[in-house]
C-alpha cells in the first residue's frame, strides 16, 4: 500500500487546495455554449508548394488519410474538403459547415458572416439586427499546408482570385468576424504566431470566451516525415484512434513483445496510403465497445479524460473544457494525444487557455494505453479497466488513512476511469461499489465525484431495474443529496424520485434480508433529504407513500423547518394513526410532533 503514496502524489488531485472545492459547491456547469457552426478553410493548392517551404522527397503527403497527388488537383481539392467536414461531424453532426477551399479573403469574410447570421430560429448564431450576445460558438479551422506560414504580425495567408499572389488577413478580422464565442484550430507551420495574435487581441474582442488549438510553436515547423500523414494535428483531433494505432505501429513496442501474442507487424514503409491496414489490425466500429476498435477507443477516451483530471488542477476550467461542450471537449481530449504524438517530431502544440504540455506527455497513463493496444494486436482481451478499478480502490483505502488535518486527502488521479466504467454494464456494479466506497469513506470524497461529472451518469442510472447495483447506487445518492438538496429539482424531472420508492417499498428481489434492509433504510433517508420540496408530484408522492413506520422515522425531517405547510400537515395527519400504535417503540419517533394538540400523540 506504502508503494501507491509516490503515485497519489504526482497524479492525485488536491481535495482541499482547489479554488473550485469551496463551499459554494459550484460543481454545476451553469452556461453551456455549444458549437452550432463551423468554417472549415483549406489552402492547399494543390501541386505547388508554398516559398517557404522546403520538404524533403519522401515526405508524407496525406490529408485527411488520401493522397492529393493521386488524383486531379480539383478534385482531390474537393475530397479532402468533403472528408474533413466528414471527421468533425462525427463529433459534432448537427452543426453547419462551410467549407473554403483555398478561398478569397472576401470568400472568408462572407462565409464566417453568413454562419452568424443565416439559418432561422435556434439554428442562427445571432439574427441580423441585433446586438444581443450569443450563447453558441463558431469553429474556425485553417489548414495552411499550400500557402507561407502566418506572419508574426498574425496574419494567415489567403489566396487572389487567379492564384497569382498569397494575400494576408489580419486574425483580429477574422476574430471580428466571430463576433462572439469561438474556437480556432490552426494547422500551419507557425501555428503559435496566430496564436499569439488572438491573444494580443481578445481584450479588445465582442467576447473572451475563445479557445485556441495550434499544431505547433511559432518558430516551428510541421513534421514532414514519411511516416505521418501531412495534416498529423488535424488527424490528431479528428480521427485520433488512426493516429494513435498507426504511430503506435510505426514506433511503438512490438506486439510480439506481449506475452502470449500474436505479432501483427506488417511493413510500413509505404505510409503514403490510407490506414486501413491499422484498421484492419484492430477490427470492429469506433461506438461499439464489444469490438477490438471499439473498446481501444473507449480506453483511449477513458486515458485522456484522466490525464486531463490529473493535470488541470482549476476544476472550473476542467469543466469548462471537457464537460461543457461536446465538440470543445473532444477536441480538447484528442489535443493531449497530439501533444503527445508531435512533441517527439519536434512540434509543441499550444493552446489557449494553455495546457501544462511537459506533465501531459510524462502521464504515466500514455504507457498503460501503449500496453493496452499492444494487447489488442496481438489479440489479448484488454484488462485495463478492472485494473484501474482495483487500483483506485487501492488508492482509496489508502486515503482512508490519511489524517485529514496533517495530510489534505487527494482524490485519487484515474478517478475519471469509474465514470466510463459504468457505461459497460459487466464493469457496472463493480464501479458503483468502487465510487460508493471513495465517496463514503474519504473526506471530500463526494465534491470531487460531482466535479469530475458522476451526477449525470447516476442520474440515468436512475432508470434501471438491475438489482445488482441498487445498494451502491443508493449509498451514492444519499451522499450526494445530504451535500446539496438542490438535486432535488433534478430528480423531480422525469419522475426520477420514483426509483426511491420502490426501492423502500415495493422492491422484493433483494439477495437477501440484511441488503433488504440496508437498501430500504437507504432509500428512506433520501426521501427523507426530498422533504421540503415544492415539485407537486414529490409531495403527492411522499404524502401518498410515507406511511406506518416508514413514515414515523421521517416525522422528524419534516416537522423541524416548517411544520405548518399545508402538504406536511396533510402529511402528519395521515401518520397520526401512527401515534396511536400498541408498539411502544414506535411512539418515540413521534416526539417532534408532540406540539402538535392531538390526544393520540400523547
Not at 384 to 395: C, E, H, I, K, M
Request: charged share 20%; with cysteine; hydrophobic share 40%.
Amino acid at each position: 500500500m506504502a508503494a501507491l503514496t509516490p503515485q497519489l502524489a504526482d497524479n492525485g488531485v488536491s481535495l482541499t487546495t482547489s479554488a473550485a472545492f469551496d463551499a459554494s459547491r459550484n460543481w454545476r456547469i451553469r452556461d453551456r455554449v455549444k458549437t452550432t457552426a463551423a468554417a472549415l478553410i483549406v489552402c492547399l493548392h494543390v501541386g505547388v508548394e508554398p516559398p517557404d517551404v522546403v520538404k524533403p522527397a519522401d515526405a508524407g503527403r496525406l490529408e485527411c488519410w488520401m493522397d492529393p497527388l493521386a488524383m486531379p488537383p480539383d478534385k482531390a481539392r474537393d475530397a479532402v474538403g468533403r472528408t474533413l467536414q466528414q471527421q468533425y461531424e462525427y463529433w459534432q453532426p448537427r452543426a453547419r459547415f462551410r467549407v473554403l477551399l483555398d478561398p478569397t479573403a472576401d470568400d472568408v469574410r462572407k462565409a464566417i458572416g453568413g454562419l452568424i447570421t443565416s439559418g432561422s430560429g435556434s439554428k442562427s448564431l445571432k439574427k441580423s439586427g441585433t446586438n444581443s450576445p450569443r450563447d453558441e460558438r463558431v469553429l474556425v479551422h485553417y489548414n495552411g499546408h499550400g500557402v507561407p506560414r502566418p506572419t508574426r504580425n498574425g496574419e494567415l495567408w489567403l489566396f487572389n482570385r487567379h492564384f497569382t499572389q498569397y494575400i494576408p488577413m489580419s486574425i483580429r478580422e477574422v476574430a471580428g468576424l466571430a463576433d462572439g464565442p469561438a474556437m480556432y484550430v490552426f494547422d500551419c507551420s507557425g501555428a503559435g504566431n496566430l496564436l499569439l495574435a488572438v491573444e494580443r487581441v481578445r481584450p479588445t474582442l465582442p467576447s473572451s470566451d475563445v479557445f485556441v488549438l495550434a499544431a505547433c510553436a511559432p518558430g516551428e515547423t510541421l513534421p514532414t516525415a514519411a511516416t505521418l500523414p501531412a495534416d498529423l494535428f488535424t488527424a490528431c483531433l479528428t480521427t485520433p484512434m488512426e493516429v494513435a494505432i498507426r504511430v503506435h505501429r510505426k514506433t511503438g513496442v512490438a506486439a510480439s513483445k506481449v506475452e502470449g501474442g500474436r505479432s501483427e507487424a506488417t511493413d510500413v514503409s509505404d505510409t503514403n496510403t490510407p490506414p486501413q491496414a491499422d484498421r484492419d489490425a484492430s477490427p470492429g466500429r469506433l461506438g461499439d465497445r464489444t469490438s477490438r476498435l471499439g473498446e481501444l477507443n473507449w480506453i483511449l477516451t477513458a486515458v485522456t479524460d484522466t490525464i486531463a483530471w490529473q493535470v488541470i488542477p482549476n476544476r472550473d476550467l476542467f469543466k469548462r473544457l471537457f464537460r461543457q461542450a461536446l465538440l470543445t471537449a473532444s477536441l480538447f481530449k484528442n489535443y493531449l494525444l497530439a501533444c503527445r504524438v508531435m512533441r517527439p517530431f519536434g512540434c509543441c502544440p499550444q493552446s489557449i487557455p494553455p495546457l501544462p504540455t511537459p506533465r501531459i506527455i510524462g502521464s504515466a497513463l500514455w504507457q498503460v494505453w501503449d500496453y493496452e493496444v499492444d494487447r489488442c494486436l496481438a489479440g489479448l482481451p484488454s484488462t485495463f479497466f478492472a485494473d484501474q478499478l482495483s487500483a483506485f480502490d487501492a488508492q482509496v483505502e489508502y486515503l482512508r488513512t490519511v489524517p485529514t488535518k496533517s495530510c489534505p486527502p487527494a482524490a485519487p488521479g484515474n478517478l475519471p476511469v469509474v465514470l466510463q466504467a459504468l457505461l459497460a454494464q459487466p464493469l457496472r456494479a463493480r464501479a458503483l461499489h468502487s465510487l460508493a466506497r471513495f465517496i463514503q469513506s474519504v473526506a471530500g470524497g463526494v465534491e470531487a465525484a460531482l466535479h469530475v461529472g458522476v451526477f449525470p451518469y447516476c442520474l440515468k442510472l436512475l432508470q434501471s431495474p438491475a438489482p445488482d447495483i441498487r445498494r451502491p447506487l443508493l449509498a451514492v445518492w444519499l451522499r450526494i443529496l445530504q451535500h446539496d438538496n438542490s438535486v432535488v429539482a433534478d430528480l423531480a424531472k422525469d419522475d426520477a424520485f420514483h426509483y426511491f420508492v420502490q426501492a423502500a417499498f415495493e422492491a422484493d428481489d433483494y439477495e437477501d434480508a440484511g441488503t433488504a434492509v440496508e437498501c430500504r433504510s437507504t432509500a428512506l433517508a433520501c426521501l427523507s433529504s426530498m422533504v421540503g420540496s415544492e415539485d407537486t408530484a414529490i409531495v403527492q408522492t411522499l404524502s401518498s407513500v410515507l406511511l406506518g413506520s416508514h413514515g414515523a422515522l421521517l416525522t422528524g425531517q419534516l416537522v423541524q423547518d416548517d411544520p405548518v405547510a399545508h402538504w406536511k400537515v396533510t402529511l402528519l395527519g395521515r401518520l397520526l394513526t401512527v401515534g396511536a400504535h400498541p408498539a411502544p417503540s414506535m411512539r418515540p419517533l413521534l416526539r417532534p410532533i408532540r406540539r402538535i394538540d392531538d390526544p393520540a400523540l400523547q
